[in-house]
């Protein structure tokens, strides 16, 4: 089969323009909105997204289904190629590009450009020992940005508004069969169809922080806001953006209670929480007695500059950036959710149901990856062993050699006397 000049693209002079932008609108009937260099809206992408909020997905799977968008449109621009005549082709070149290319990180300036180049490997924090961020795309992003693609145009294909083909493809190896076909009940069940440009995930272990570190974590906090802030995702598991939208009535000190509202399925659920995170939440509403508006229905966290604004998630998160700055750590917000995960499964008294249903995990198997021991309890472990296999060759009576064997030999090779 010959290549098109298409096929032959050379990424390596490739250069994509940050042009266009997603913007929020604030209405709730079309929370984001992705527009073009000129600033006109991209009719497809709108349509699209208006089909996700009536299948009910969150202005949050909007706005992440809208960067996605962003990234293939700019991309597009690049390449001079019209959403609808994309082929695979592009498909093909896009995804080599989006795993290789540099992120730009922070708008520094206004005409910004992704250049193709190699990504450096970063040595890992010494106190968390996790990999540094790479210029890159993380590898999640670019599965996410596949799926995302192939259901756009699975959409406009069915709607007859976009190309018959879908430029990013299933897998052939899957398709070729009927899905969970042979199936053993016992197995869990497999994810299928897979695309043909989505990379392979590498597998992650949930990193818990380890008691110590954490207590000098919860040390660098500077406010009773933050103080509570973190007590209560350490004690709970709930996610950040969870616990943010928590309002007034949803907090019941008495039975030591919160009500969360679940991020996938928008589930409302009581959620139990330590008693020293209502502590820290009583001190931190004695400090904003009379600064904010009264009223049950009223957000519980607000921002510590005035004016007084409810807390979002960015703003959290730069919190928690600060206190990590003090001790040079990276652990993440979301390390709290592991972290609490890890110390329910620990406790001999609670089962891997009641886990479950304190985390909202819909399916058990998603919580029993906490039962991978730690990375610390492994190393130490490994590390006992070897002492004991030390102990073991520095016996004073260590047993004879086999016939046929020179005991200077093995003297000089075991670094032992025999």
Known sequence: MIESEKSRRDLTLLVVQCDGRLVPTGDAAEPYRLLDVEGGVVEPVAVFLRELLAAGRSAATLRSYGMDLLRWWRFLQAVEICWDRASRDEARDFSCWIQLTVKKRSPSTRTRSAVWTNNAVAP??????????SDGYAPATVVHSETVLRGFYDFHRDAGSGPILNPFPLDPAR??????AHRNPMDEWAREPVGRYRPKMPKRVPRAIPDQ???????????????????????TGVRASELLGVRQCDVDPGQQLITVVRKGTRAIQEVPAS???????????QE??????????????????????????????????????????????????????????RDPHLTLCDVQFVLGHAHLSTTEIYLVPDRDEVIAGILAHHARIAEQRDEPVPPPPAPGYDPQVLSVLFGRTL
């Open 124 to 133: 890992p924090n010494p106190i968390t020992g996790k990999p540094a961020l």
């Open 288 to 345: 904003l007695h009379g600064q904010i508006p009264p009223g049950r229905m009223q957000p519980v966290w607000w921002t510590l500059r005035r004016p007084r604004r409810p807390l979002n998630y960015h703003a959290a998160h730069r919190m928690f950036e600060r206190a990590n700055g003090a001790l040079g750590s990276d652990w993440t917000l979301h390390d709290l959710r592991h972290s609490a995960a890890a110390r329910m499964v």
């Open 213 to 235: 570190r954490f207590n000098e974590l919860f040390a660098a906090l500077g406010s009773n806001r933050d103080r509570a802030l973190v007590a209560f995702w350490i004690s």
């Open 275 to 285: 008693a020293d995170a209502f502590v820290w939440l009583r001190l931190y509403q």
């Open 175 to 180: 398709r070729s069969r009927r899905a969970h």
